[in-house]
């Protein structure tokens, strides 16, 4: 992950890397934040101090940051296919972060920070640290791995979803080098985590041990907004995630031209950072869209909200979009994908449609119906609350921590 500016980067990711940090910081006297970044950052970033200040300032965690430069290679059929083959460190989503400079680089930070706690945080930042080696890995005194999305999963299910080529097909090759990478990283661990129950239950079964789950957690609102009279869904997210992107294009197309033949007054809104760049959007808005961009104020955004939906088909973790919106008491309409590895209950906490059709005449019921929509909104709030409420659950991962450090 990359340092964090501004609140328009609070994507899921940094939701749940400040769950991990809150947690870290009060088992720890001092913090150091390693992020592996272009190298056009580095270069930019020439005042560590500053950057340690500003980012202290972000989190509201006293941090001192350092910058590692990603690696710049070429991309040769050999380099893109074959190299992964072998090693989880030379496949396209973690060569960046995990060359042998990267490495090297991890390893003289660790020699020289020997810190009681490493907090390793995704697959990419792992891939790193297994190639530095054990003897890098010695000068840390306990490591814990968020693995948080099972990344061969993830991989498996985006190449198989259609369209299918031959060069994506070939990327299933991959596939035990990097289920052997996350192996690795859960072994040297003293606790490994994952975001769901589902996901911590599939390691298990391939062996992994001392695997817990962290659920992605936010701070939920003191109250929720009444039931919205307007005719209003709302899909929130980060467009430069494709699986995000994919169902933008899904709603707008496929989806939302179906819930206005039924409610002629019915409106859509995209809401996140990058969907003005979405293609569908530079093809032409269709009446009724509207793309907000980056919405500061989520309290006004969810309050003009009738239905939130999630229509991805594609990706992996469990969808903070969803956890948001139940905080905030709205009625939600998902996937089975969309919905996958959260608490809440299809038919009394989320509405789970997964074709187009279908997915649309859950929205247009929610529409015209009062009653159901304050049903569901408050039984998803109050799941939500219970669950997901981010202040419970560093409170649960300090006491891991502690655990694994024999605190």
Known sequence: ????????????????????????????????????????????????????RQQSDYWGRRV???????????????????RGVVQAAEQPPFAAFAGPEQAAAVARLLAAERPDLLFVHRMQA???????GRGAVRQAGRVFFDLDDVEHRVQVR???APPVWPGKLAYLSHIPALMGAEWRGAALSAGTFVCSERDR????????????????????????????????????GAYEYPPNAEAAARLVTRIFPLVRRAVPGARLLLAGKGGEALPVVQAGVPEG????????????????????????????????????????????????????????????????????????EACVALLGDDAA???????????????????SVVARVRGMLERGLGV
């Open 373 to 391: 929509c304050a049903r569901l909104g408050a039984a998803a709030r109050a799941r939500a609350v219970a669950e997901y409420e981010a202040g």
């Open 64 to 82: 001192e940051v350092s910058l590692i430069a990603r690696r710049a290679r070429g991309e040769s059929v050999l380099d893109h296919y074959g």
């Open 289 to 360: 869209v509207e793309v907000l961009g980056f919405v500061p104020d989520l309290a006004e955004l969810y309050a003009g909200a009738r239905v939130v939906v999630c229509p991805l088909v594609n990706g992996g973790g469990t969808r903070l979009k969803l956890i948001e919106a139940a905080g905030y008491g709205r009625p939600m309409v998902s996937t089975r994908v969309g919905a996958e590895g959260l608490d809440f209950a299809e038919g009394r906490e989320v509405v789970v449609r997964d074709d187009d059709a279908g997915f649309a």
């Open 158 to 160: 985006s190449v198989l």
């Open 201 to 236: 239950a599939h390691l298990a079964r391939l062996g992994m041990k001392r695997v817990s789950v962290v659920p992605n957690a936010l701070a939920m609102p003191a109250e929720a907004p009444g039931v919205c009279a307007a005719p209003t869904l709302l899909f929130v």
């Open 126 to 132: 792992m891939c790193a640290l297994l190639r530095a």
């Open 1 to 52: 992950m990359q340092p964090s500016f501004g609140q328009e980067h609070r994507v899921g990711i940094a939701h749940r890397f400040q769950v991990f940090l809150d947690a870290v910081s009060q088992v720890s006297d001092a913090v150091r934040v390693v992020h592996i970044v272009p190298p056009e950052m580095v270069a930019a970033q020439g005042d560590g101090a500053a950057l340690s």
